[in-house]
């Protein structure tokens, strides 16, 4: 009994990624709410879809037709990278082990910030499991300022993003070659400041937790992510466009025009806009494709601050790794990821 007692004690705590390991029923809960949460935002969608026409007509509301044409187009136009965009992420958290990443890293951290800035292209991932991801490596030993730099850059710009930004954004490259120039040049800068000055103390490393589920294998793991991710994402995604079809809706065009002639301020709302309305990495490019009164600077603001600092990251970096270093890091890569648009979208936009 007190044999029993002493390592129930010592017993290392539950991960909150551990979306596998344990079968608990907190943790069975979780992934139950989650996929009702989303499946309740698509109900919604098809709500809308189906019924909006007849609610358009009884309320004589003009106004409630175009939201709803808004959502419908912001949400069809997106699920389909967050798709992509999910199913690469699973794959890469079920089939990559996670010592390759601390093989191909240079052990100097000042060289291997920039070379997982790159990896973030060939490994792409959804921001949502960059958090899980970065807090594995740096139980592997990488540095924790490439782990961190990979976090961020990974659903920055990697090739589903560049696409769905290239088709939110017609005939426009210099769009795409900015936010990938401007995201790549945040993740690498935060990295190097990081080992400058960034502090142990402000970084408390998520514990060690099963890969896969007792009896499963990568296959199954694969599915469990797929299922987590999309249905996660899917539901921010819903979220970011009904926010986003209320904005357009219901702030008056003079208001955008104030912002559209003062520069900085306009760059400032749509960077704080990002914080709250962001959807995911794949779909982000057609929410701020949808925010026409902006300048490109501004637009391109929203879609560098938006997969690096967003509520729901803010939330996931406070459980992973405390909530001192999400305030500082999310605080500072605001800061750098609006100069950063501020510089590139001077040259390129």
């Known amino acids: 009994m007190v044999e029993g007692s002493a390592r129930a004690a010592t017993a290392p705590p539950p991960c909150p990624f551990d979306l596998d390991g344990g079968g608990s029923d907190s943790k069975r809960r979780r992934r139950a709410g989650t996929g009702a949460v989303g499946s309740v935002l698509v109900g919604a969608v098809v709500v ?65 910030v920039p070379v997982a800035g790159a990896a973030g292209v060939v490994l792409p991932g959804c921001e949502c499991a960059s958090v899980p991801v970065a807090g594995s490596l740096m139980r592997r030993g990488v540095a924790p300022a490439a782990a961190l730099t990979f976090l ?32 790549l040049v945040t993740s690498v800068v935060m990295g190097w400041l990081w080992i400058r000055w960034g502090r142990e103390e402000w970084l408390r490393l998520p514990a060690r937790h099963a890969q896969h589920a007792p009896g499963g294998g990568r296959l199954e793991a694969f599915r469990r992510g797929l299922q987590h991710d999309f249905l996660q994402a899917g539901g921010f995604l819903v979220i970011g466009a009904m926010a986003a079809a209320t904005f357009n809706v219901l702030v008056p065009p003079s208001v955008l025009e104030a912002f559209s002639e003062s520069p900085w301020l306009g760059i400032l709302v749509a960077a704080a806009l990002a914080v709250l309305l962001s959807v995911c990495s794949e779909a982000d490019a057609f929410v701020a ?24 990251l803010i939330a996931l970096q406070s459980g992973a790794f405390g909530r001192a270093f999400a305030v500082r890091f999310c605080a500072a890569t605001f800061v750098v990821a609006i100069l950063c648009c501020v510089l590139v979208g001077g040259v390129l936009l």
């Open 152 to 183: 961020l850059a990974a659903p920055a710009v990697n090739p589903v993003v560049l696409v769905s930004t290239a088709i939110a954004f017609p005939g426009k490259p210099e769009m795409v070659a900015a936010r990938f120039g401007a995201s």
């Open 48 to 112: 809308a879809v189906l019924a909006g026409p007849w609610a358009e007509r009884l309320s004589g509301l003009a106004a409630f037709g175009a939201w709803r044409t808004l959502l419908v187009a912001i949400v069809v136009q997106g699920v389909p990278f967050l798709l992509l965009g999910t199913v690469v992420s699973a794959a890469i958290g079920a089939f990559i082990p996670a010592r390759v990443f601390s093989k191909v890293l240079p052990r100097n951290p000042v060289l291997a």
């Open 289 to 312: 494709a949808s925010l026409t009164g902006f300048s490109p600077t501004a637009r391109l603001a929203f879609m560098v601050v938006g997969p690096m600092v967003d509520m729901k």
